[in-house]
């Protein structure tokens, strides 16, 4: 009997896309034929939270169905005309991508594209109150469910007629629309002990892009350049909920609208037989913004409004170099000039708030990497980054026409990254791959302040000390070891305005360990096994200074899977999956943070050829998540079961 092909590739447990019934057999192993259309259907049965079930698992939590992809292409004399893409209901999850390419000539593209994604709006719990009604979900006392949908339309149209210029023209139109929950929580009174009210997003953002662009190759030179306009709408609305019927407490309108031009220039040339390459870039972004909205809390301010113009020109250049035959040099220095001002107030009332700002700054950054090959079996590679910036910012703010305060802060900032790394295949079967970096963010400020304007931060430091090692070892033609392992050390160091004297804000320190083991023992059956594991612990000074209010974090969590395919006959296969997902690191201070709990997700499927052109399939998902960070009231289990129906023609 001849060996099974199987499609590898498990996606997480509980994503919904795993359990649509893409057919786990090969499309080439499967039918004739280059196009294919594949439908499906199921649907989930929930018993506990809907709202956490939707959000950790990416589904709507009740029937959906459609086409899972298509495909289809016609070659005729002169060209090709291809359309992909997926219809499916329910998840609200829709793209269709057409191009038609003609030889010699161009192309024409256009398609469309949405996905909704669901959040959780129930908020916060806190632990160890007791008395009251206990538990609530606040956004809606119906429904805590939100979604928000993400979406585009594009038209691109390419000229390829040789020896001329390549020109490419492109439009297209982004959204996103719907609510999403906040992380700004609203903590309850003793009527409702256990919730912190959460804060709900309404969002309403449309997104335009133009674009041009021009490419040619002169000799041994490639030249092209291009314009960009993009313009841009953000309407969000802010709500933080209290109360037994999700009364508003607080309301906040953001109204943001710029418009951005952006045009470009390279060049790359080619010299001494592609020894030698130049590379010559040049970029200019101007963009004008205005903002408006209102915010009510205490008092009301119904007439929020501003705007700024910024500036900015990047010029960059790198030169490959390749002067003998193991040895590459890379090095580059990039520019930048950015100039932006700012202004921002409120207008209405007895109390005329007006803020203006102006900043400026130069970046050089130079760069150098080395890649040397001469040892056998071996890639031996570094690379150095040093960049400098200096700003100049000034503020003053106006209330009722008369001057409340000033602000002027020059900036300088050191940015330093060394990089080392090999890859080695010692032996047949054997692959590591190493590599250090370290990296080192400093800032300065001088600060001169006036009137209503608080302390400052005189310095700022980020050191980042990274190192990973992987290690693939094919012991056997049927068993593949992958192993990774990751430390890094991030180290934060302030400096008050009042205070200069650097104190130790935060310490990081990570461990990192990935294992995966592959084991296909005979024809019919293959496994995988993957376990990843993750310390992570963040030591602040706070905890001592404000105790009870800022502690250290551990974020620990674990997480396994397990998947696998088994030939039952030539037309029969069955697939099967686990994964499992633990953490233990909830703290509660002044407000939540971490998680306690665990996830499980089993999925087992079916996949039969009917013949050589048809192929049906049929799943099964239970997936399971144990919150006992929001006390158990967001808790959830489903069952999922969906089909498929896949077609070549």
Not at 60 to 76: C, I, P
Not at 96 to 104: E, I, S, W
Not at 230 to 258: F, H, P, W
Not at 612 to 639: C, I, K, P, Q, S
Request: aromatic residues 14%; contains cysteine.
């Amino acid at each position: 009997m001849k060996s099974m092909p199987f499609l590898r590739g498990a996606t997480r447990g509980g994503s919904c896309l795993a359990l649509l019934g893409t057919a786990l057999i090969a499309p080439n192993a499967v039918a004739e034929g280059d196009n294919w259309v594949e439908l499906s259907a199921g649907g989930y049965a929930v018993g506990g939270n809907d709202a956490a079930q939707s959000r950790r698992n990416g589904n709507n939590g009740d029937f959906f169905g459609g086409v899972q992809s298509f495909h289809f292409e016609q070659l005729g004399d002169k060209g090709m005309f291809e359309a992909d893409g997926h219809l499916l209901f329910g998840l609200e999850d829709y793209e269709v991508d057409l191009k038609y390419t003609r030889d010699d000539i161009g192309f024409v593209r256009a398609g469309f594209k949405q996905f909704r994604t669901w959040y959780d709006g129930s908020g916060g719990y806190i632990p160890g109150r007791t008395g009251g009604a206990g538990w609530f979900d606040p956004i809606s006392p119906y429904d805590d469910q939100l979604e928000l949908d993400r979406g585009s339309i594009w038209f691109e149209a390419g000229l390829r007629v040789p020896d001329i210029p390549e020109l490419t023209f492109g439009w297209e139109h982004d959204w996103r629309d719907g609510s999403k929950d906040s992380t700004m929580w609203q903590r309850a009174n003793d009527a409702v002990p256990n919730n912190a009210y959460p804060g709900l997003y309404r969002i309403d953002e449309v997104r335009d892009t133009f674009r041009l662009d021009v490419n040619h190759t002169i000799g041994n030179t490639d030249l092209g350049g291009g314009l960009r306009y993009v313009t841009v709408r953000n309407d969000d609305t802010r709500y933080t909920r209290y109360g037994s019927k999700g009364g508003a407490k607080l309301t906040q309108q953001d109204i943001n609208e710029y418009d951005l031009w952006s045009g470009y220039l390279y060049s790359t040339s080619r010299f001494k037989d592609d020894e030698v390459m130049l590379s010559i870039g040049y970029n200019l972004t101007t963009l004008n913004s205005d903002i408006g909205g209102y915010r009510t809390v205490n008092h009301t301010y119904n007439n929020l409004l501003g705007g700024g113009q910024s500036i900015s020109s990047v010029l960059n250049a790198s030169l490959w170099w390749n002067p003998i035959e193991d040895l590459v040099i890379v090095p580059s220095f990039r520019y930048e000039w950015w100039e932006q001002e700012m202004w921002g107030g409120h207008l209405s009332g007895a109390d005329q708030i007006i803020d203006h700002s102006n900043y400026d700054s130069n970046e050089a950054t130079a760069e150098c990497e080395i890649r040397y090959s001469g040892v056998d079996s071996a890639l031996f590679y570094a690379r150095a980054m040093y960049s400098a910036r200096t700003g100049d910012m000034s503020q003053m703010t106006l209330e009722n026409s008369v001057l409340d305060g000033t602000r002027y802060t020059d900036a300088d900032t050191d940015i330093q990254k060394y990089v080392i790394g090999a890859n080695w295949y010692p032996v047949s079967g054997v692959s590591v791959a190493s590599q250090a970096y370290y990296r080192v963010y400093d800032q300065d400020f001088d600060n001169a302040v006036t009137g209503s304007y608080d302390a400052l931060l005189s310095g700022h430091k980020t050191e980042t000390m990274d190192a990973n090692l992987r290690v693939t070892w094919r012991c056997l033609p049927c068993l593949t070891f992958v192993s990774r392992y990751d430390y890094q050390q991030i180290e934060y160091e302030n400096s008050a305005w009042v205070n200069p004297i650097p104190v130790q804000s935060g310490k990081v320190t990570k461990n990192i360990l990935t294992e995966s083991v592959s084991w296909t023992p005979i024809d019919r059956l293959y496994m995988t096994l993957g376990v990843h594991w993750i310390s992570s612990e963040t030591d602040t000074p706070a905890d001592v200074a404000l105790p009870g209010v800022v502690g250290d974090w551990d974020n620990d969590y674990w997480s396994a899977s397990f998947s696998g395919g088994y030939a039952i006959s030539e037309d029969t296969q069955l697939s099967f999956s686990y994964y499992y997902y633990q953490a233990d690191n909830y703290d509660w201070a002044a407000m939540p943070y971490g998680f306690i709990g665990d996830e499980h997700a089993l999925t087992i499927g079916v996949d039969h050829r009917l013949n050589e052109n048809m192929v049906l399939n049929l799943r099964y998902g239970y997936l399971t998540g144990d919150d006992a960070a929001a006390g158990g009231f967001n808790d959830y289990d489903a069952h999922v079961v969906s089909t498929g129906f896949r077609m070549n023609f």
